[in-house]
Each structure stands twice: as structure tokens, then as C-alpha cells.
């Protein structure tokens, strides 16, 4: 995952992604566990798990990103790494990840998974959510028939698995698959231009060798489109879908 984050901008503009990460925290079973929190961003939801008694250390690929969780939460440890190559000798009780592994390419998530496994002990808990079948298939739709109308191909940035994809993952990495759920949840995004924003901020491979105005014609295409079915009471809303999992180290 080699991605550049605008920091700040996420923290200010994109903070229901942790937000709803708190529902993820209450599928962890017991107290005062060790829990890595993979892919842990700005810090928020690290510091969330040890407001809520755990023994939480975030780990994250993104330096920009690693530096605003040290400067937010200097009381709690955060360790530079990437979900695909890390390697720890501390074994956890818990790892835990939200909104993440769907930036993972689907050739590296066995050995992502791998990881994972290897940083926990024998029954520990493995619990995350990603970016599911279907996801956001509204915008990604739009910005496929505005790249396509201007004879571009759009070649989709993310991965989102089905739960029996994903299971099957887990499975051959080893884990018990306790429980796996994929539901819609319409997200509001922030402010007057949030679709657009949204699209700036996660939407940056297919535009990389874009040129800048014609980059800006298709978002506002793809976003003037989408209005009729994103925009509701006045917001603007993303077409989630999350795949919601818990797995068991045997
Ligand atoms: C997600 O959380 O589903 C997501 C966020 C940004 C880009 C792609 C997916």
C-alpha cells in the first residue's frame, strides 16, 4: 500500500471513517487485551480501543499519517509498518483493522493474512471490516462511463470481496470464521462538495495519468450524475457496503 495521504484533510473532513469503527471495537470478547490495530491512520480508533481498557499499539504504512497519531495521542505507541510485508515478535491477542484491507491488492491479501495470523496468539481474535461486494458501486459506475465516453479505460482501485471469497481467504490462512456479515450503509459525507471531496481524497489511482483538467471534467461529470441518487435532504451521501468479519487462531 503506497498511498499519499493528505493528513490533516482526512482527519478534519473523513472522520465518520473511525466513528463507525467503534461498532467494531464492542466485537472484541474480554477485557484488558493486547489489540494491533492494523492500518491505524491517525490514531483515532487506537485511541478509542485503549479508552476502552485495552492495551492498544496502531501500526501503519503511511508516515504522514503515523506522525499525526504521535502528535494526537503521545501516551500510546505507534509502530511504522505495512499490513502485506510486517513482522512482529510481540504476539497479540487481537488484531484488529477498519477500512483498510480493501487498498490491499486481492494477490496480496493471503499474505497480509498470513501477517495477521502470525502476529496473534493461539485464540486470538482477528476482527475487521472492509470495503465489501459492491461497494460503492454507484460512484465507481459513474466515474467508469465518464472515463469511458472520453475513450478511457477505468480500471477499479480497490477490492471488495463477497463473504464467501473472503471466508475462503481466511479459511486457507489458517482461521476459524466465526462470524461474517455484508450489509449497505449509506454514509453521510461532509460539507457541500462531500461526494466530490470524497472522490479527491480516496479516488487517486485511475487519475494518475490524468491530465488535470480533464481530471476535474470527469469528477464533475461523474458527480453532477450521481446527484440524483447521492444527494438526499440536502447531503450527500456514499454508497457503502461493508463486510464485517470476526475469525479465531485456532
Ligand atoms: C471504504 O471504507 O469502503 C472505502 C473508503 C475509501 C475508498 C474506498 C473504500
Not at 458501486?137 to 463473504?163: C, D, N, Q
Amino acid at each position: 500500500m503506497n498511498i499519499k495521504w493528505d493528513g490533516e484533510k482526512y482527519t478534519d473532513s473523513f472522520a465518520f471513517v473511525h466513528r463507525y469503527g467503534n461498532a467494531l471495537i464492542d466485537m472484541i470478547d474480554g477485557q484488558g487485551l493486547s489489540v494491533l490495530d492494523l492500518g491505524c491512520g491517525n490514531g483515532a480508533l487506537t485511541k478509542e480501543l485503549s479508552a476502552k481498557g485495552y492495551d492498544a499499539v496502531g501500526m501503519d504504512a503511511s508516515k504522514e499519517l503515523l506522525e499525526i497519531a504521535r502528535r494526537s495521542y503521545p501516551e500510546l505507541t505507534f509502530i511504522h509498518g505495512d499490513a502485506v510485508s510486517f513482522d512482529t515478535d510481540k504476539k497479540y491477542d487481537v488484531v484488529f483493522s477498519n477500512a483498510v484491507f480493501h487498498w490491499i491488492d486481492k494477490e496480496n491479501q493471503p499474505r497480509m493474512l498470513l501477517n495477521v495470523y502470525n502476529a496473534l496468539k493461539n485464540g486470538g481474535q482477528f476482527i475487521f471490516e472492509l470495503g465489501g461486494f459492491g461497494n460503492n458501486v454507484l460512484i465507481h459506475g459513474a466515474l467508469k462511463t465518464e472515463f469511458e465516453k472520453r475513450g478511457k479505460k477505468y480500471t477499479m482501485p480497490f477490492y471488495f470481496p463477497s463473504i464467501g471469497e473472503y471466508a475462503s481467504l481466511l479459511e486457507k490462512a489458517g482461521f476459524l470464521v466465526r462470524n461474517a456479515v455484508l450489509f449497505d450503509r449509506m454514509t453521510e459525507l461532509e460539507g457541500e462538495n462531500g461526494l466530490y471531496d470524497w472522490i479527491k481524497m480516496f479516488v487517486k489511482k485511475p487519475f494518475e495519468n490524468v491530465d488535470k483538467n480533464l481530471e476535474e471534467d470527469i469528477i464533475n461529470s461523474a458527480v453532477h450524475k450521481l446527484k440524483e441518487r447521492l444527494f438526499i435532504n440536502g447531503k450527500w451521501y456514499s454508497d457503502y457496503v461493508r463486510l464485517r468479519c470476526k475469525a479465531v487462531k485456532p
